[in-house]
């Protein structure tokens, strides 16, 4: 076989690996570290808005499943959190709009606005639950997004279990492929690049 033979098989054999990493770490996540059933708050993990400033289906879907969850008296507060987009639209505070024209309250309402990824989110939320003197959190997001979220939560030093947003619009299998291939090379990144290159103390 020529260099450029050996070369191609070398790299499909990197890729392959790689993803079955990926897949296998993604598969065994952590989906809670306790076995609470009420938190001190809901995180609710952020999505970007679209272009004019609105939540997108993925980002309604997020605040609307934490919204039940707070009525439902899973905890008495919301975090949400996410920083500014491409759009210049911060994620954390139109996801709060959101969540006050459903009818929850300012008072249970917590911002955080710097978070640029979900490395920060978790970092940034739980600096906010140690301020306030809470320790517990339910997690939410759309679901292909929690294996990974779960991986980060963990190294985190609060009590936290992971809970799904159901879609809001009817997912069609190309839609669903696309998102889990995103996730799965997003979960690469994280295991071989950000866990050690994007600590944060929260």
């Known amino acids: 076989m020529g260099w450029k033979v050996r070369l ?4 499909c054999a990197v890729f392959i ?3 079955s990493w990926a897949a296998i770490a993604r598969y065994t996540a ?16 952020g999505s970007p808005a679209d272009r004019d400033g609105n939540p997108t289906p993925m980002q309604l879907s997020r ?17 949400v959190t996410g920083g500014s987009t491409r759009a210049g639209f911060v994620e ?16 249970a309402i917590f911002e955080e606005t ?16 140690k301020s306030h003197g809470w320790h517990s959190a339910e997690v939410v997001s759309v679901a292909e997004h929690l294996p990974r ?5 963990e190294r985190t030093p609060i009590d936290w279990r992971v809970h799904a947003a159901p879609p809001l619009t ?23 690049w950000a866990r050690q290159m994007e600590q944060c103390q929260p």
């Not at 709060?96 to 300012?106: F, L, N, S, V, Y």
């Not at 710097?114 to 639950?129: E, F, G």
């Not at 979220?149 to 939560?153: D, R």
């Open 8 to 11: 191609s098989l070398l790299a």
């Open 17 to 19: 690996g790689l993803f």
């Open 30 to 45: 952590p989906v809670s570290n306790t076995s609470l059933s009420r938190f001190d708050a809901i995180i609710v993990l």
């Open 63 to 79: 605040v609307n499943e934490a919204v039940r969850e707070y009525e439902r008296g899973v905890a008495p507060r919301l975090i």
């Open 92 to 107: 954390a505070e139109v996801m709060a709009r959101t969540a006050k024209a459903e009818g929850i309250p300012d008072s």
């Open 114 to 129: 710097q978070a640029l990824d979900t490395i920060h989110n978790a970092c940034y939320s739980a600096r906010i639950m």
């Open 149 to 153: 979220a779960g991986l980060i939560f």
């Open 170 to 192: 009817p997912q069609n299998s190309a839609r669903e492929i696309f998102a889990t291939t995103m996730e799965m090379v997003k979960t690469v990144r994280y295991l071989i």
